[in-house]
């Protein structure tokens, strides 16, 4: 019962387009939703988040949509850097848990070629 | 000046043996995870302890079992590996905003 999906495991983008990841989940409980990077033999690191009281956050080149109704949300970085390349992963929590359980998609390997 | 680290990186090990990987973080943070990526990549929570204390423990086997001796270390022991245990291990610490903060991973190979 996977509750957060991230359908595509892989994309390739040119420098300086614009990268577009999705997530999609099925758990209307949730309402708190982050992205992680992922560089090889590191562990993730946190990229930006939002909650489900906004439908946008924006953090210099990365910005993060939530569409509530249709359960998905997407990661846009623009314009994409060669430094970008990395393994991004999608999470959702309940805040209101007594204790944050993150729930996280399986990744997307996202390749920015010069 | 590492804020999540994992010892040992690397962990090769035979089927039945017992091993131990451990983690520490100098964040002061209270809370604290151990989370497996398996061959699919998906990450899954394991436990969390706050402050040496035990809040959340998924369907794991009884041959895990973390022990926290101070708010600031978490380590994870495994009694009897199996083949079905090679994965990475990871640590996390939650930080303020409901971020959490994952040490570098532990490679766990049963042969």
């Known amino acids: 019962d996977q509750q957060v999906k991230q359908n595509s495991p892989s994309l390739s983008v040119q420098e300086g387009r614009i990268s577009i990841l999705n997530c999609d989940y099925t758990n209307s409980m949730f309402d708190y939703f982050l992205w992680y990077k992922k560089y090889p033999a590191e562990g993730p690191t946190f990229l930006i988040s939002?909650?489900?009281?906004?439908d946008k956050n924006e953090d210099g080149r990365f910005t993060v949509f939530l569409n509530k109704s249709a359960k998905h949300l997407s990661l846009h970085i623009v314009p994409s850097q060669p430094g970008d390349s990395a393994v991004y992963f999608c999470?959702?929590?309940?805040?209101?848990?007594?204790?944050?359980?993150?729930?996280f998609g399986q990744g997307t390997r996202l390749t920015i070629n010069p | 000046d590492t804020a999540v680290s994992q010892t040992p990186k690397y962990l090769v090990t035979q089927m039945g043996n017992d091993k131990s990987i451990k983690c520490e973080q100098n964040?002061?943070?209270?809370?604290m995870y151990w989370y497996k990526q398996d061959s699919k990549k998906f990450l899954k929570i394991m436990f969390s302890?706050?402050?040496?204390?035990?809040?959340i423990n998924e369907t794991v086997p009884n041959r895990f079992s973390p022990k926290s001796p101070d708010k600031a270390h978490l380590n994870l022991h495994i009694n009897s590996l199996e083949l079905g245990d090679s994965a990475v291990y990871f640590c996390?610490?939650?930080?303020?905003?409901?971020?959490?903060?994952f040490g570098p991973g532990t490679r766990l190979t049963v042969l």
């Open positions: 999470a959702a929590t309940r805040s209101t848990q007594g204790a944050q359980k993150l729930v």
């Open positions: 964040l002061g943070h209270d809370t």
């Open positions: 996390a610490s939650l930080g303020p905003g409901g971020v959490q903060f």
């Open positions: 939002i909650s489900s009281i906004k």
């Open positions: 302890y706050n402050n040496k204390e035990l809040i």
